[in-house]
């Protein structure tokens, strides 16, 4: 009885040129050959294009980064999944600007038929700026609560969610009355809720801690309340369409 082996798929990687220079740390360049070259650049990990130059993030440590960034990832979700109109986003690219391409780690965004600031291009990218953008940083701790936080205010995210995992510490930074980012206080119950995605509750203590069961509960009880359902209705009246 004869058997037929079969090869393994190859990894899906990047396709080469040796016309197109690769990808590298600190080159300056505008958004569209940053995108080229990142197309282009085999094995890539994350890179991102802020103010014109390129920064490549270092490999992820799951303490540091894989597992915190599941517990802002899954409370995304969650809300997005119960929030008509309203779609979470993982990792993917976002041309803000002629000189600025970011990789943000978690955002939420308002479909464009609906109001929504940002729309997918024809080359599958985000452009514009998504409504809420969240980083969880170790090692880019210096560039996420400096360059990021300004260029984030200046392409107009409306909220910034920033957990600095190192310092046991989540900053989240929403515009106020001048345009200007300022951090958002805990309520009475301890609590920090959104303005730009009304129900969005959530437990900054319980988030460090990374204990799931309280995130859980905190965001439930944000989007069983009356602005959350006033949200819902707001948006519900335009049709929605294809996935923009």
């Known amino acids: 009885m004869s058997t037929t082996s079969i090869s393994p798929e190859p990894l899906m990687t990047r396709s080469t040129d040796e016309n197109v220079p690769p990808l590298e740390q600190g080159d300056c360049l505008n958004a569209s050959e940053f995108l080229r070259r990142y197309d282009f650049t085999p094995d890539l990990k994350k890179a991102e294009l802020i103010n014109g130059v390129v920064y490549m993030s270092a490999a992820v440590r799951v303490d540091q980064h894989a597992e915190p960034d599941s517990f802002i990832q899954g409370l995304l979700f969650y ?64 560039i996420d609560a400096r360059q990021k936080l300004q260029l984030y205010r ?16 989540v900053d989240w930074w929403t515009r106020d009355a001048d345009d200007e980012f300022e ?15 009304p129900g969005l509750c959530l437990d900054l203590n319980a988030l460090v801690a990374e204990d799931g069961a309280r995130l859980i509960d905190v965001i439930q009880l944000g989007l069983a309340s009356p602005e959350h359902a006033a949200f819902v209705e707001a948006l519900k009246p335009k049709e929605i369409g294809s996935k923009t």
């Open 79 to 142: 809300y997005a999944s119960k929030t008509r109109g309203v779609r979470s986003l993982t990792n993917g690219i976002v041309r803000l600007s002629p000189d600025n391409v970011v990789q943000p780690d978690a955002a939420l965004r308002i479909l464009s038929e609906l109001g929504g600031q940002s729309r997918i291009g024809t080359d599958g990218y985000l452009r514009g700026a998504p409504e809420f953008v969240a980083e969880v940083s170790a090692s880019t701790v210096s």
């Open 154 to 169: 200046q392409a107009g995210v409306r909220e910034y969610l920033l957990w600095r995992v190192r310092d046991n510490a």
């Open 183 to 197: 951090l958002i206080s805990a309520d009475a119950d301890g609590l920090h809720r959104s303005r730009a995605f």
